[in-house]
């Protein structure tokens, strides 16, 4: 039989309350303390930090505290990602995000959900859905994703968008719910001179 750790990373009904997810996020809720109150220019205490909390991160992965998560192994981010001040991910289930990509202030990204059925919604069983985020994303403050949302590479969220559906590639989408503002033409750097 399946523990409810292992129902919880596949997606299916769990009870968060179990014993071990709840001593996993106490550890979790240690290792935010830490972060969220550390000196600004203890720059190495916040790497350690990122190091232990998150399941892999790459080089010039930065966050500005405060910053909340429910577990952080369940987050992978590549190189030069960026989170500003304020920001949650509920990771219930596996969020990864892509290179070079920036999350404004208060940013929020939801893999958690509950059951559309009250009778089992009332059982305190919950679920997840996971986010993937492309590379060369830039989600405007207080932009909310949702469970089992996908951004493809180069897309901006603007600020205060709700985020229900997939975003495709090079696109602007803004709104609750979000929907597409603009098709955005893919950016040739270093930019030519002639």
């Not at 071990?20 to 935010?32: A, D, K």
């Not at 399941?55 to 405060?66: A, L, N």
């Not at 289930?93 to 919604?121: E, M, W």
């Not at 069983?125 to 830039?138: A, H």
Request: proline share 7%; charged share 20%; aromatic share 10%.
């Amino acid at each position: 039989m399946a523990s409810e750790k292992e129902k919880m990373l596949a997606g299916e009904l769990y009870l968060a309350s179990d014993e071990q997810l709840t001593e996993e996020r106490m550890n979790t809720r240690t290792l935010l303390k830490a972060l969220n109150e550390s000196d600004p220019i203890d720059i190495r205490l916040r790497k350690r930090v990122f190091a232990e909390l998150f399941g892999e991160i790459g080089r010039d992965f930065w966050i500005e505290p405060p910053f909340y998560c429910d577990y952080g192994y369940n987050i992978r981010a590549g190189h030069q990602v960026f989170f500003n001040f304020d920001c949650v991910v509920l990771d219930v289930c596996q969020v990864v995000i892509g290179d070079r990509s920036l999350f404004g202030p208060k940013v929020q990204l939801y893999t958690a959900t509950h059951p559309v059925d009250y009778k089992v919604r009332g059982s305190l069983l919950e679920y997840g859905c996971p986010i993937t985020i492309g590379s060369d994303v830039w989600v405007g403050g207080g932009a909310i994703i949702c469970p089992g949302v996908t951004i493809g590479d180069r897309s901006i969220i603007a600020a205060g968008a709700v985020v229900t559906k997939d975003v495709p590639p090079d696109v602007l989408v803004g709104g609750n719910p979000a929907r597409i503002l603009k098709q955005l033409a893919p950016a040739v750097y270093p930019p030519t001179t002639t």
